[in-house]
């Protein structure tokens, strides 16, 4: 087992690590910009260093800097959490080269899979079904043409190096299909360095649903059930559930298999999730994987009381996984709430500033808060909005319901805006509590609803 461990994120997911390490007994580095010289992660930490500006291209993107802190501190693994470079094939190379272990899969695998349409030809070779559209990279607006005259609109148009919904356009008519390529092409180019593109119907409607596995060194891969993402406004999700709220068994157990025989098929090691978009009619098609955590993993924690940053430790240390499939037990159902500085009254508008007042709900069974807020502290306009994550278990999904719905009314974060009351709208939404949404519910149907209810009430 490693005895020291660096955290190359920020926020949450460096502290969610740094706990996971404190309990493994494993000592920790964070690394942190000028912005955030007083942010909790580095308190936490056994030591901490300094990475460069408040801009994330010369700190937490900085390879060099990064790299160095390990070295200079001695630590023998580094945690990428996730964003930033934790899909970064290069940064993994690099890690192995100056001898410190990459707490993620392989450099190889991470190719393989960032690349989108790598990722469908190796899909087809697990008969895993992708959604219909290019089979190779597409870097000229003829070929796109091409594309869409053979399988019809509407279309997405994504980045083969994209993520986050970078680099990413949906088409619904020929007329704007070659703006729309040129400007999501533009912006791969600026986001990825990279201007390779591919087109794939849009499946409408659906649910986006992803299954979380795990894999070690010795070919063992089991899955952990599988989570709902579909509430996301471009591209980003607010809020997830697990397990789906509206899946048959039947379907549940499809998806989970076919996610376990597509990262034996690319011999993935260590966390990661297979994303897939399912039709009305249940059936489901491979969209992505993430070779790294999830925002989200909480969720999946709380049904199979499997800690996943514990077992990414343990796997990238050598060890074999500590559970086999038919260990795995999915207990009830939980939710989490994504609470990010912003406005929602005025198009979500990112809302940075300090932290006046803060009250964390903390009580109760099956309720779990995590997050890197204190009062004083400085939310950067830097980086990424989110700020928290409430997570609640219970036995049903009415009752995970209900304690999220107890615990946001708890929550108080005075000093910055926070889209808190959104979340609580949201869980009284008739269409969420039917669990029967898709990915084009929340901003079609539930956001224009809340606005309007606001200007309602005055």
Known sequence: MFK?????NRGE??????????????????????????????????EAVCIGPSKANESYLNIHNILSAAVLTGAEAIHPGFGFLSENSTFAAMCEEVNVS??????????????????????????????????????????????VDEIGL?????????????GMRMVYSEAELE??????????????????????????????????????????VIHLGERDCSLQRNHQKILE???????????????CQSAVAAAKTVGYENAGTIEFLVDTDENFYFMEMNTRIQVEHPITEMITAVDIVKEQIKIASGEPLSLTQADVTLTG?????????????????????????????????GLRVDTAMYAGAVIPPYYDA???????????????????????????????QTNLDFHIYLLHDEDFKSGHYTTDTLKNIIIPRWLGNKEANG
Do not use: W
């Open 102 to 147: 990459f707490i993620g899969p392989k450099k190889e695998v991470i190719d393989q899979m960032g690349n989108k349409s790598n990722a469908r030809d190796m899909m087809k070779k697990a008969n895993v079904p992708v959604v219909p559209g290019s089979d190779r990279s597409i870097t000229e607006f003829e070929e796109v043409k091409d594309m």
């Open 4 to 8: 020291k461990i660096l955290i190359a």
């Open 241 to 255: 559930e697990a397990p789906g709220p509206s899946l048959t068994e039947e379907t549940r157990q499809r998806i």
């Open 386 to 416: 989110m700020i928290a994550k409430v997570i609640t278990h219970g036995n049903s999904r009415a009752e995970a319901i209900s304690k999220m719905d107890r615990a946001l009314n708890e929550m108080v974060i005075e000093g910055i």
């Open 154 to 166: 509407p279309v997405i148009i994504k980045a083969v190096a994209g993520g986050g919904g970078k």
């Open 13 to 46: 997911i460096a502290v969610r690590i740094i706990r996971a390490c404190q309990e493994l007994n494993i000592k920790t580095v964070a690394v942190y910009s000028t912005a955030d010289k007083d942010a909790l992660h580095m308190q936490l930490a056994d």
């Open 333 to 365: 159902h939980a939710i989490e709430c994504r609470i990010n500085a912003e406005n929602p009254s005025f198009n979500f508008a990112p809302s940075p500033g300090t932290i006046e007042f803060l009250n964390i709900p903390s009580g109760g069974l």
């Open 179 to 220: 703006a729309n390529f040129l400007q999501a092409q533009s912006e791969s180019k600026a986001a990825f360095d990279d201007d390779r593109m591919y087109v794939e119907r849009i499946i409408a409607p659906a649910k986006h649903i992803e299954v979380q596995i795990l894999g070690d060194h010795y070919g063992n």
